[in-house]
Nanobody, 125 residues
Framework: VQLQASGGGLVQAGDSLRLSCVVS????????MGWFRQAPGKEREFVSA????????YSADSVKGRFTISRDNAKNTLYLQMNSLEPEDTAVYYC???????????????????WGQGTLVTVSS
């Protein structure tokens, strides 16, 4: 399984970005997926997750109301729409697949077994 994340960049506070994660090598639509992020000097943290059908989503309190996770199973692609970005959102963002779950999604990074390479999001004030 390979995951390729893209869409990061340098933006100003209040701007929007959409991250994408293309999955290849395995049946993407069967599994739950998630986004995590790691800020400089900090541990990786959960951002958002979605079940196989897209019917259920989960978000960290810090991004609720600003970030939206979605997926297009026909395109094998996971998305993260990020609005009203804040300097505190600056981090490397990683997409991940949990091949053990499909009807619900874990918030723990340790349950995800395949990871993308990460895409850097920098938000200036």
């Amino acid at each position: 399984v390979q995951l390729q994340a893209s869409g990061g960049g340098l933006v100003q506070a209040g701007d929007s970005l959409r991250l994408s994660c293309v999955v290849s090598g395995r049946t993407f639509s069967r599994y739950s997926m998630g986004w995590f992020r790691q800020a400089p000097g900090k541990e990786r943290e959960f951002v958002s997750a979605i079940t196989w059908s897209g019917g259920t989503t989960y978000s960290a309190d810090s991004v609720k109301g600003r970030f939206t996770i979605s997926r297009d199973n026909a395109k094998n692609t996971l998305y993260l729409q990020m609005n009203s970005l804040e300097p505190e959102d600056t981090a490397v963002y990683y997409c991940a697949v949990d091949t053990a779950r499909w009807s619900w999604a874990s918030l723990s990074e340790y349950e995800y077994d395949y990871w993308g390479q990460g895409t850097l999001v920098t938000v200036s004030s």
